[in-house]
């Protein structure tokens, strides 16, 4: 079964504190990994796009790296703007077509 | 810069009503999809939608649900008879290469 976890669940930090997360991924027929930011009461924020394993995409203090089995966010320096949801998802081939497959999410907070 | 519009942004109905959720996708895009986020869980895949007609659909979108791109601009999700378990954000989305979102629509069902 095609499946997205993202760890953990929620992240505290502070301030400059550089971090992590993780997105594991089981589906059959990767076409692409995505990563979105989301901010309370709204809709899901594009940041990357990732294909192929070794690929990596950076933007601002974000960097995405993704392998065969994984994908991470790293964040450097995190500032309190910084503070959201970070949504993985995983588009995969379906019956007819592509499925796009989200994880729960890793909720970010940052403190000053 | 372009975005991707729903309205209303709040809908609420009582249960076994009718309710058309509305959306205006990125003028040049060609694939549309509705998600949907139930208050606390994983935003879910319903369905998506290309060439005026569905591609995928996913386990939730039942004989309850419809899409729709009526006039060329909009791009509408029907639910039939809503249920109290319909209750969530719906998203819309569409893509060129990237996908984008809209702010989503709040539906309670009472």
């Known amino acids: 079964e095609d499946q997205v976890t993202q760890s953990p669940e929620a992240l505290r930090l502070q301030e400059g504190e550089s971090s992590s997360l993780n997105c594991s991924y089981t589906v059959s027929g990767l076409r692409g990994l995505f990563w979105y930011r989301q901010d309370p009461g709204k809709g899901p924020e594009f940041l990357f796009t990732l294909y192929s394993a070794g690929e990596e995409k950076e933007k601002e203090r974000l960097k995405a790296t993704l392998t065969k089995k994984e994908s991470f966010l790293h964040i450097t320096a995190p500032k309190p703007e910084d503070s959201a949801t970070y949504l993985c998802a995983v588009q995969a081939i379906g019956t007819g077509g592509f499925k796009t497959i989200f994880g729960a999410g890793t909720r970010l907070f940052v403190k000053a | 810069e372009p975005e991707v519009t729903q309205t209303p942004s709040h809908q609420v109905t009582q249960m076994g009503q009718e309710v058309i959720l509305r959306c205006v996708p990125i003028s040049n895009h060609l694939y549309f999809y509705w998600y949907r986020q139930i208050l606390g869980q994983k935003v879910e895949f319903l369905v998506s939608?290309?060439?005026?007609?569905?591609?995928?659909k996913s386990e939730i979108f039942d004989d309850q649900f419809s899409v729709e791109r009526p006039d060329g601009s909009n791009f509408t999700l029907k639910i039939r008879s809503t249920k109290l378990e319909d209750s969530a954000m719906y998203f819309c989305?569409?893509?060129?290469?990237?996908?984008?979102f809209g702010a989503g629509t709040r539906l309670s069902v009472l």
């Open positions: 989305a569409s893509r060129e290469i990237i996908q984008y």
């Open positions: 939608f290309y060439n005026n007609e569905i591609s995928e």
